[in-house]
Nanobody, 119 residues
Framework: QVPLVESGGGLVQPGGSLRLSCTAS????????ITWFRQAPGKERELVAA???????NYADSVKGRFTISRDNAKNTVYLQMNSLKPEDTAVYYC?????????????WGQGTQVTVSS
């Protein structure tokens, strides 16, 4: 059973929009820091956006004002709304769930979803 499943990727023209979803299976996202990362070919994985368990958000400078991260605890899902997409946003997008407990850290990754921005 894959703990996190991303969906919503695809091919979109520059200036278009996509909404990515990250849904947990087998555990509750409520208590986790959720982070979207992306990795383009030949580049390192980079942080895109993050949201804490109480809704505080953080964004990479390259996506501020264009991307919005949100969470719906009732659906056990975190979203990444991506607007005004640019070709440089092309990458595989990954969802990560992380929480630190007293004696261990729980960390889960999804399998990734491809986003391609091209005309």
């Amino acid at each position: 059973q894959v703990p996190l499943v991303e969906s919503g990727g695809g091919l979109v023209q520059p200036g278009g929009s996509l909404r990515l979803s990250c849904t947990a299976s087998g555990f509750t996202l409520d208590y986790y820091l959720i982070t979207w990362f992306r990795q383009a070919p030949g580049k390192e994985r980079e942080l895109v956006a993050a949201i804490t368990n109480n809704g505080i958000t953080n964004y990479a400078d390259s996506v501020k004002g264009r991307f919005t991260i949100s969470r719906d605890n009732a659906k056990n899902t975190v979203y990444l709304q991506m607007n005004s997409l640019k070709p440089e946003d092309t990458a595989v997008y990954y969802c990560n769930a992380n929480r630190k407990l007293i004696f261990r850290t729980e960390n889960y990754w999804g399998q990734g979803t491809q986003v391609t921005v091209s005309s």
